[in-house]
């Protein structure tokens, strides 16, 4: 079981930066795949990135690639999600999630979950 502690979210303008980080704790996260997943309301969860902890190799959706980047510290055991260029419609929940091996887009392949941290992009 891996424990997984988001922070980083906030209240910010169109076109501002925005970093998120996810703290992971429980176990070794060699060969796990962490990921980030949003929730706006009224709508499905939805993936946003993905990075695999060994090697380091990232995916992302359409919706945020070029504006997005996904890393890892192994020395801190931490994720981030670095978001440039926010627009409105960023607006949601951000959730961290990491699962060991999977290498899927799909919110139900993922079985450890942080709580969440808030991000508003105002207009």
């Known amino acids: 079981q891996v424990q997984l502690v988001e922070s980083g979210g906030g209240l910010v303008q169109a076109g501002d930066s925005l970093r998120l980080s996810c703290a992971a704790s429980?176990?070794?996260?060699?060969?796990?795949?962490m990921a980030w997943f949003r929730q706006a309301p009224g709508k499905e969860r939805e993936f946003v990135a993905r990075i695999r902890w060994s090697i380091g190799t990232t995916y992302y959706a359409d919706s945020v690639k070029g504006r997005f980047t996904i890393s890892r510290d192994n020395t801190k055991n931490t994720m981030y999600l670095q978001m440039n260029s926010l627009k409105p419609e960023d607006t949601a929940v951000y959730y961290c999630?990491?699962?060991?091996?999977?290498?899927?887009?799909?919110?139900?392949?993922?079985?450890?979950w942080g709580q969440g941290t808030q991000v508003t992009v105002s207009s």
């Open positions: 429980g176990r070794s996260l060699s060969g796990y795949t």
């Open positions: 999630a990491a699962d060991y091996g999977v290498r899927t887009t799909m919110r139900y392949d993922y079985d450890n």
